[in-house]
């Protein structure tokens, strides 16, 4: 008998790779039917049938419920569009061929353009205000709190609509830099902050940074550098060299690994066909632009994933020293948040990667 064998009543590790794998080929399943199927009555149903599995799969996370429980839902999805092409054939509904696939990160760039420039809209950009305000209380935080700000050189790299920036430039810096490559966005931001002449909004990308070696004292890249397909380690190197000595870098990546980023590769897929502007003109007033936001983000933009491991090796040598910021209760997905679920590494991988790099 060894040491444990007399616990009856030790909790069994789980196998969850089985079902993983069951549930990738329900996906593989309904996505190849999906494809086959080139219909404008498809497309009008693609749209709510993919924000049905994403809020499907976000409910179980919510609820720290098993994320295999999704398998009942595409393959009642799956059985829907085996009917559907049954009566394709039958002529029941029009078949005509869609337009060829664009560019995944071209068509990253444009979703991007005008999802921010469309749930950003007027009062909107108001209530997502709010999710960067609780965000960068706990990096100012991290950082000695809100007089830190004060006097400092910021660069926010990849923008979006601005949030980040508004919140900043109340708490004296002495620039803030902030660029984006949307041409609608720039224009955008621009006319917001116009008034401000502590505020330059650039339009430019951060795949490769034309800014002076040292030149700020707080480097942000929120969620940005994954959607290029550029060398991830090359971009982040780039953004240290900008960084002074006794600076910060903020950085938010998504991880690698898990059901999320595999469901959110196949709605991409799913809705190759789509576009963006369908998208949100079929949803944009009646769903909170803060989940239209999301709709943008996993459906319509492309990903890098990364390791863990992977990236804290490529930041030691850049860095004195870095620090996992834990993100926010119900904004973010990190282990810190998720203690108590027992699914988290099937459901998220290693979870998002938020860091704060000290120069």
Avoid at 237 to 249: I, V
Avoid at 276 to 296: E, K, Y
Wanted: charged letters at 30%.
């Amino acid at each position: 008998m060894t040491g444990s064998d007399h616990r009856a009543y030790a909790r069994l590790q789980r196998d969850d790779a089985a079902p993983e794998r069951h549930l990738a080929d329900r996906l593989q399943t309904l996505l190849s039917l999906a494809t086959n199927i080139e219909s404008p009555l498809v497309r009008d149903m693609k749209p709510s049938i993919a924000l049905a599995l994403k809020w499907k799969f976000d409910y179980l996370a919510k609820r720290l419920e098993s994320p295999f429980e999704l398998e009942r839902d595409v393959t009642y999805w799956v059985d829907v569009f085996r009917m559907l092409e049954r009566l394709g054939e039958e002529r029941w509904f029009a078949l005509a061929e869609g337009a060829p696939p664009a560019n995944v990160w071209d068509r990253t760039a444009r979703a991007f353009d005008v999802g921010w420039t469309t749930t950003t809209r007027g009062e909107r950009f108001r209530a997502s205000l709010e999710i960067a305000r609780e965000r960068l209380e706990q990096i100012l935080g991290m950082l000695g709190g809100r007089e830190w700000v004060r006097g400092k050189q910021i660069l926010d790299s990849g923008c979006g609509p601005g949030r980040y920036v508004e919140i900043l430039r109340t708490l004296s810096p002495a620039r803030i830099v902030a660029f984006d490559q949307g041409p609608r966005l720039v224009e955008v931001v621009r006319d917001r902050f116009s008034g401000d002449p502590i505020v330059k909004v650039l339009r430019g990308t951060c795949e490769a940074l034309a800014f002076p070696d040292e030149a700020f004292d707080l480097v942000i890249s929120n969620g940005v550098l994954h959607h290029t397909q550029s060398d991830l380690r090359t971009m982040i190197t780039d953004h240290a060299r900008t960084l002074r000595r006794g600076g910060a870098m903020f950085i938010m990546l998504v991880g690698k690994g898990g059901l999320e980023l595999k469901i959110w590769k196949f709605l991409r897929a799913f809705l190759s066909d789509v576009p963006v502007d369908a998208m949100l003109g079929r949803f944009g007033d009646s769903i909170s632009p803060l989940r239209l936001q999301g709709v943008v983000d996993h459906m319509y933009g492309e990903y890098q994933e990364t390791d863990r491991t992977d990236f804290e090796t490529w930041c030691r040598p850049l860095f004195s020293r870095i620090e996992r910021v834990p993100g926010v209760a119900g904004l973010d997905v990190t282990p810190e948040l998720y203690p108590d679920d027992t699914y988290f590494t099937p459901r998220f991988g290693c979870g998002h990667l938020r860091y704060l790099c000290f120069k």
